[in-house]
């Protein structure tokens, strides 16, 4: 299967504790992105990546959160001193730009559960 | 990027075709009309896209109106497994970032 993979596709944690997810976007993409959802509601965008550049923050990543995509391939986003608010599905996609945006490609997402 | 409006939820029998609309109203020139779907405990799934002549591809159709105020995505022989939240979203050609805005879909039930 070469779509978009993610992990872990769950992760359980304490208040406070730090997690790092990873996602390998489809291999020829150039964009990728990071996306929150919340139980019943869409997806929300967090960040993305063209290359290893990051281009584009929303306001919902705040400095406990950090993503790096260093060699332009896999990218990895790190929340730390999680709290209960950090509770949500994280869904990573790819595409690829040339110039005009082609439909982007999800992953199953990362679980994470914060006790 | 304009906004859409769809309806909440619809069922559809099996077997049936599935017309889910959507408004967007605002929308400008150069926007194009996607659709993604997401399936319980999976990530969306890309299906259709258009700006303003009607497309088809295997999974469904994509009906614009000529003002392209509004669309309706067709899933001509819904199954069970076409049971998901539909997404349609508004983007531009060539939007610099590229990220969607998602909004509450609609909910689709097929029905046996």
């Known amino acids: 299967d070469t779509g978009v993979s993610q992990d872990p596709r769950h992760k359980i944690t304490k208040r406070g504790q730090n997690v790092t997810f990873r996602c390998d976007p489809i291999?020829?993409?150039?964009?990728l992105y990071w996306y929150r959802q919340t139980l019943g509601q869409g997806p929300e965008f967090l960040t993305y990546?063209?290359?290893?550049?990051?281009?584009?923050k929303s306001r919902l990543l705040s400095d406990r959160f950090s993503a790096e995509r260093p060699k332009g391939s896999f990218s990895t986003l790190e929340i730390q001193r999680t709290e209960q608010g950090d509770s949500a599905m994280y869904l990573c996609?790819?595409?690829?730009?040339?110039?005009?945006?082609?439909?982007?490609?999800f992953g199953d997402g990362t679980r994470l559960s914060i006790l | 990027d304009a906004k859409t409006t769809q309806p909440p939820s619809m069922d559809c029998a099996e077997g049936r075709a599935a017309n889910l609309p959507c408004n967007h109203s605002?929308?400008?020139?150069?926007?194009?009309v996607y659709w993604y779907r997401q399936i319980h405990s999976q990530g969306p799934q890309y299906i259709i896209h258009?700006?303003?002549n009607n497309e088809t591809n295997e999974m469904a159709s994509l009906i614009i109106t000529e003002d392209r105020k509004s669309s309706t995505l067709i899933l001509p022989h819904a199954t069970l497994r076409d049971t998901a939240v539909y997404y349609c979203?508004?983007?531009?050609?060539?939007?610099?970032?590229?990220?969607?805005?998602f909004g509450q879909g609609t909910t689709l039930q097929v029905k046996p």
């Open positions: 605002t929308i400008s020139g150069n926007e194009y």
């Open positions: 979203i508004v983007l531009h050609g060539s939007s610099n970032t590229g990220k969607l805005i």
């Open positions: 291999s020829e993409h150039n964009r």
């Open positions: 990546f063209q290359n290893e550049a990051q281009l584009e």
């Open positions: 996609a790819s595409s690829l730009w040339q110039g005009r945006e082609q439909p982007q490609h």
């Open positions: 258009g700006l303003k």
